[in-house]
């Protein structure tokens, strides 16, 4: 597959697919949770939480993240991404506006309450796993 051909199949996961794990690390070992993500026009992931939360300590002290994105039916072949990437600590009004939906009012009183952050990431490489007999496939960024 061409970079053209992967560029494009990766979107289509990453806008098929809104679950995923996000695994930080900490002292050296990685801690994985499940998150939901979107994206922009460009391979930035961006997910919603909470500034208090252990995830956003970890980032803050390592910023080096991996998502696995995909992976959904019966688990047996599934195309799915592996992301490596660097996360940032986002809270302008304007980047949690743009994400804000009315199923995160669960966790917060409204888009301008305090706890709720943006972690924006940046990944670095995605690897297409499961496409076909050719994979993985990587996307250097």
């Known amino acids: ?12 996961i990453m806008k098929q697919h809104r679950v995923g794990t996000l695994a930080t690390v900490k002292n050296g070992k990685p801690h994985s949770r ?24 970890e980032i803050e002290s390592n910023p080096n ?37 009315n199923h995160m009012e669960r966790w917060f009183s409204g888009k301008d309450d305090p706890e709720y952050i943006v972690l924006e990431i940046y990944p670095e490489n995605i690897r297409l796993m499961n496409s076909d007999t050719d994979t993985p496939e990587r996307l250097d960024l």
Do not use: C
Not at 34 to 53: I, V
Not at 68 to 89: H, R, S, W
């Open 1 to 12: 597959m061409n970079q053209r051909e992967l560029k494009e199949k990766i979107f289509d």
């Open 34 to 57: 499940f998150m939901t993500f979107s994206n922009d026009d460009e391979f930035t992931f961006y997910t919603p939480t909470n500034k208090e939360t252990h995830k956003t300590e």
């Open 65 to 101: 993240v991996h998502i696995l994105i995909g992976y959904e039916g019966e688990g047996f072949g599934d195309v799915y991404l592996e992301v490596e990437g660097q996360a940032k600590i986002r809270d302008d009004q304007k980047m949690k506006d743009s994400l804000w939906n």
